[in-house]
């Protein structure tokens, strides 16, 4: 695994200690050793995210699908700051925001609290995060 120390890579064996990545390098009795993880990596790597409202806050649970896929590799960026667009009986809608999705004119059911992206006026530059709410 790759790790960075005082600003320099190291190379260490799967499984290795923190004791492993700090040797070698200058220390001062009583200084504190910071561990952080690579947001990056754990956003590739989550199922879980979590959607803050002015509402509050709700838990998104990704599925292994493509579209899920294409979430965590770059599409929740594109997310960030956006607005609640439309509310009805039925669905919440936030956005718009711009993505490379294919149009689709399939007809889909959705149920409640199901999150799926929908494209206005099938135009992919103003794609929408839809939440079913019935």
Do not use: Q
Request: hydrophobic share 40%; aromatic share 8%; net charge neutral.
């Amino acid at each position: 695994m790759k790790v960075i120390v005082n600003g320099k890579e190291k190379d260490l064996k799967a499984g290795s200690t923190l004791k492993a990545a700090v040797a070698g390098e200058p220390y001062v009795k009583g200084g504190l050793v910071s561990v952080r993880l690579s947001e990056k990596k754990v956003v590739t790597e989550t199922r879980d995210f979590e959607l803050v409202t002015d509402a509050g806050t709700m838990v998104m649970r990704l599925d292994d699908s493509p579209l899920a896929e294409k979430w965590r590799s770059g599409m929740l960026g594109l997310t960030s700051g956006i607005s609640s667009r439309w509310v009805t009986h039925d669905i919440a809608a936030f956005g718009s925001f711009p993505t490379d999705l294919e149009v689709d004119r399939g007809t889909y059911r959705y149920k409640m609290y199901e999150c799926f992206l929908a494209l206005g006026g099938f135009d992919s530059n103003t794609t929408y995060m839809m939440i079913a709410r019935d």
